[in-house]
């Protein structure tokens, strides 16, 4: 006898604390709530042969992005085969283990391809849309997160148990698309039915960033200050958040004191902390405040993951805290895991040959001082650095970096050219955008004396 799930579909157990462990885990995901591993293991100590649960586990391990979990993936997959040899799946659940498998293979497009086929005909598997939407957010594909959502968002009603975690990806995925004010009215719509929805929550939040309310955003984070307690890691990336608007603010200090209590809290080595950490310090050293030897703890953490080649977004990130720490040795053994890399023809090969391999180098000859040939390739390769994953508002450290190094170069027309593509793609300018567009038109005025005979003469009397 199968029995059902909160969603209503049919799951390949016969326990009922077995799927009420289920549920839990479902729900705690999510909610990213830390949690979501206990009721899994649960789960699956209660019916160990459950293969939805083992490849669901699978492609958490893959999530995570850490080449040690790639053996722990594949052995959920082969185990969750075996599952199904004794016990017969639904297709649902089949879709699941072949998006695993998919993704073992080294396509997470296919993966994610795979489940959006799987949603169309289970559109209310709200864990299997928010799989989707997690693995197409790792892919960078912001239209493909929307068009999920919106291909099944009908199929949901107010009573639906999910409604508030789909608003909550739904307002995601328009913000991503720059849908800045129907993003805020999903968020804030979403929070109505899921209180703990900090995804949506973090949604809003990004709205505020895009369209330069950092003040508004302190508020809306500040406001909802349990908004984020239950999260597992997420957590230290809404705090992030609030450091963000901080320094928008003109506040670092506050923002450098959110790094050391919050941040950097735990000091993890999970590639997303790192990305937050690494991408704190370097806005906070282009607004000219000192971090003093905060380089040092991350850079070491990602010394040790320099040769993990899962994610590029996770790459570049330890790039920054290696090249940031001093860690030449470090640095040079993950450029050349990039470069082999570089050569694959699986998902990961093409977006690190495309977009990663020219934004690293880039970044290296920033710290080198080579400030022209890092703005020569760091925007060869701008256009599509949203292949690496993540956000806009995470992508942006790369950007300040670019337009930084155009300055440096003295190329205050491409830097100015740069901040207006910015402010026009993000809705707004932010005080970053405010203060380098200042320094362009200082330095054309420099240019305009240089230029003029006269000026010169008169100037020099």
């Not at 450091?243 to 670092?252: I, K, N, S, V, W």
Request: charged share 25%.
């Amino acid at each position: 006898m199968r029995l059902s799930d909160q969603f209503g579909y049919d799951l390949t157990l016969s326990s009922q604390p077995a799927v009420t462990a289920w549920n839990s885990a479902v729900q705690a995901f999510l909610a990213h709530g830390k949690t979501t591993p206990q009721h899994l293991e649960t789960c699956l100590d209660l019916a160990p042969q459950f293969a939805l649960g083992h490849a669901v586990k699978g492609l958490f391990c893959l999530l995570l992005g850490r080449k040690e979990l790639l053996a722990a993936a594949k052995s959920c997959s082969e185990t969750a085969r075996m599952s199904a040899f004794g016990t017969p799946v639904t297709a649902r659940e089949q879709s699941v283990m072949d998006a695993l498998e998919a993704w073992l293979e080294g396509y997470p497009s296919r993966a994610a391809d795979i489940l959006d086929g799987a949603l169309i005909k289970a559109p209310e598997d709200a864990l299997i849309m928010k799989l989707v939407h997690a693995i197409r957010f790792v892919l960078g594909d912001a239209a493909g997160m929307r068009q999920s959502i919106e291909r099944i968002q009908s199929a949901y009603s107010e009573t639906h148990p999910a409604y508030g975690y789909l608003l909550g990806c739904h307002a995601f995925s328009l913000e991503e698309t720059g849908d800045y004010r129907q993003a805020e009215a999903s968020g804030r719509r979403g929070l109505e039915f899921a209180r703990d929805d900090a995804w949506g929550l973090h949604a809003v939040a990004h709205v505020h960033d895009m369209t330069g309310r950092s003040e508004e955003g302190v508020r809306w984070l500040e406001n909802h200050p349990d908004g984020w307690t239950h999260c597992n890691n997420f957590g230290y990336h809404v705090w992030w958040h609030l450091a963000l608007m901080y320094l928008d603010q003109g506040q670092g200090d506050k923002a450098l004191a959110l790094y050391d209590a919050d941040i950097r809290k735990d000091k993890t080595d999970d590639y997303r902390d790192i990305s937050n950490a690494a991408s704190l310090l370097v806005r906070l050293e282009l607004d000219g405040l000192d971090v003093g030897s905060r380089w040092d703890e991350i850079a070491q953490l990602s010394d040790k993951r320099a040769e993990d080649g899962c994610n590029v977004f996770a790459d570049l990130h330890y790039l920054l805290a290696l090249l940031n720490g001093g860690r030449r040795m470090g640095t040079e053994r993950l450029l050349l895991s990039m470069k082999e890399r570089a050569q694959g023809e699986n998902d990961i090969g093409r977006v690190t040959h495309e977009t990663g391999l020219p934004t690293a180098l880039g970044l290296e000859q920033y710290r080198r001082g080579n400030y022209a040939s890092a703005f020569s390739m760091l925007t060869s390769s701008r256009d599509s650095l949203y292949k690496i994953g993540g956000s806009h508002a995470q992508r942006d450290v790369f950007e300040r970096i670019t337009v930084d190094a155009a300055l440096r170069a003295g190329l205050s027309s491409e830097a100015e050219t740069l901040l207006k593509d910015r402010a026009h793609k993000r809705g707004a300018l932010d005080r970053f955008a405010e203060q380098r567009l200042e320094i362009c038109e200082k330095m054309r005025r420099a240019e305009r004396v240089m230029e003029d005979e006269k000026l010169r003469a008169a100037g020099s009397i």
